[in-house]
């Protein structure tokens, strides 16, 4: 059984930083890529960033790039996602997934966390 818990979620003012992790377990780690995606309030859940499975790899959409990286511990069986410079619009429930490999697609990814959330005041 697959299981992934994401944390570091909260309430953030604008211009702030917040660090997520995705912690998993279940599985070996390092033989999946890791994607984070967000739903914000009515709107479909959309991609943010993804890591392939050895982490030398990344990708970001436009509106995160620059402002958020993603990364991965092996060791640690974990993934972060470091936010930068917030914003209003960033504010959502931010999900992990895992899959084969990273990739923009939410239907590229087996297993899911139960999401945490991310305010960002203005």
């Known amino acids: 059984q697959v299981y992934l818990v994401e944390s570091g979620g909260g309430l953030v003012q604008a211009g702030g930083s917040l660090r997520l992790s995705c912690a998993a377990s279940?599985?070996?780690?390092?033989?999946?890529?890791v994607g984070w995606f967000r739903q914000a309030p009515g709107k479909e859940r959309e991609f943010v960033a993804a890591?392939?499975?050895?982490?030398?790899?990344?990708w970001y959409t436009d509106t995160v790039n620059g402002r958020f990286t993603i990364s991965r511990d092996n060791a640690k069986n974990t993934v972060y996602l470091q936010m930068s410079r917030v914003k209003p619009e960033d504010t959502a429930v931010y999900f992990c997934?895992?899959?084969?490999?990273?990739?923009?697609?939410?239907?590229?990814?087996?297993?899911w966390g139960q999401g945490t959330q991310v305010t960002v005041s203005s």
């Open positions: 279940g599985y070996t780690f390092n033989n999946y890529g």
């Open positions: 997934a895992v899959g084969p490999t990273g990739s923009r697609r939410s239907d590229s990814y087996d297993y």
């Open positions: 890591i392939n499975r050895s982490g030398g790899r990344t």
